[in-house]
């Protein structure tokens, strides 16, 4: 069974940062298969792409709403996948979550939200002053 943790989030004041982990158990060679994905969701809204990486490390793509400011990055020893966040706003509050997508490819177009196979908790991340 596929789990996937996320941790890190917290309350913090515009313009300071955050790293999310997103922590997956699952075998060595299914881990190295996997698609990342990060996606968030604040109060009354719909759940929204953020950052995604590839199997490999090798492609990444952020939403232009976080672009510049957010880095995802993975650690494959580790099996963790990490979002930093830089310059948070008030607007990035949200429950963030992780996900992983078995084929492991990504382009601009897929993985879509209900392509994603496995699904964290979620972590909550506050922006306040």
């Known amino acids: 069974q596929v789990q996937l943790v996320e941790s890190g989030g917290g309350l913090v004041q515009p313009g300071d940062a955050l790293r999310l982990s997103c922590v997956v158990s699952?075998?060595?060679?299914?881990?190295?298969?996997?698609?990342i994905g990060w996606f968030r969701q604040a109060p009354g809204k719909a759940r929204e792409f953020v950052a995604v990486?590839?199997?490999?490390?090798?492609?990444?793509y952020y939403a232009d709403s976080v672009k510049g400011r957010f880095t995802i990055s993975r650690d494959d020893a580790k099996h963790t996948v990490y979002l930093q966040m830089n310059m948070l706003k008030p607007e990035d509050t949200a429950v963030y979550y992780c996900?992983?997508?078995?084929?492991?490819?990504?382009?601009?177009?897929?993985?879509?939200?209900?392509?994603?196979?496995?699904w964290g908790q979620g972590t909550q991340v506050t922006v306040s002053s």
């Open positions: 699952v075998s060595d060679r299914a881990f190295n298969s996997y698609a």
């Open positions: 990486v590839n199997w490999s490390g090798s492609t990444t």
């Open positions: 996900a992983a997508d078995s084929y492991g490819v990504i382009t601009p177009n897929r993985p879509r939200l209900d392509e994603y196979d496995y």
